[in-house]
């Protein structure tokens, strides 16, 4: 839904015969992440060691130069601590948007769905509302790595013709009996050669997909 205005708006109203309804209107800030290569990041209470990790592999193999991280009400830190501690890798920009709401509404058997309300919203401002500048922008979870070449993720999406590319991959699974914790660079198992998890992408905001 699009509404025209006369100028610069502070404020949206929503009126029935029933309620109202008020809500601010952020200003834009595309000037964040412009020119540079972003992560578009979901996180909730993942260790920071994780998130650290995620981005320098993907800083050293793909020339990630931003991070947009999404937060969805972690409690086990505060929030705001992620910007200087993910700093501390050299990146160029982090930019953090909190999400104090539910992922999304569940259905119990037989009629099982989840809808990703909370992801879908939080993609569209994160699109219209930092990322319209951003040169290209990776969305890839916290436990996944981006294989190195050849040439980086955010080089193909720019290259290609529509702007936009789609990666597959393969699950992996953690060596319990001989890495006890945790890490991306503990001892993993891969289930054959298939090709199963879920695709990742990166696309390029100016390019034929912008909007």
Known sequence: MELPVSGPATQIEFETTDFTLNSK?????????????TLLL???NNDLEWIRDHIKWHMA???????M?????????????????????????VALLK??????????????????????????????????????????????????????IFERALASRSGFVRVKGSMRYHDLENTSQMTHVG???RIGTKLDSAPKWCIVPSGRFKG
Do not use: W
């Open 25 to 37: 209107i952020s200003k834009t800030e595309h000037d964040l992440f412009s020119g540079l290569n």
């Open 42 to 44: 979901m996180n909730k």
């Open 61 to 67: 193999h793909h020339g990630l130069e931003a991070v």
């Open 69 to 93: 991280i999404m937060d969805n009400n972690s409690d086990r830190y505060d929030p705001d601590s992620l910007i200087p501690y993910l700093k501390e890798t050299g990146i160029k920009q």
């Open 99 to 152: 999400l104090p709401f539910t992922y999304g509404a569940f259905g119990i058997t037989p009629f099982r769905y989840r809808e990703l309300y909370l992801q879908t919203s939080a993609y569209n401002i994160s699109r219209l509302r930092f990322l319209q500048q951003a040169r290209a922008v990776l969305s890839c979870d916290v436990d996944e790595l981006l294989s190195p070449g050849p040439g980086s």
């Open 187 to 189: 001892g993993y198992f």
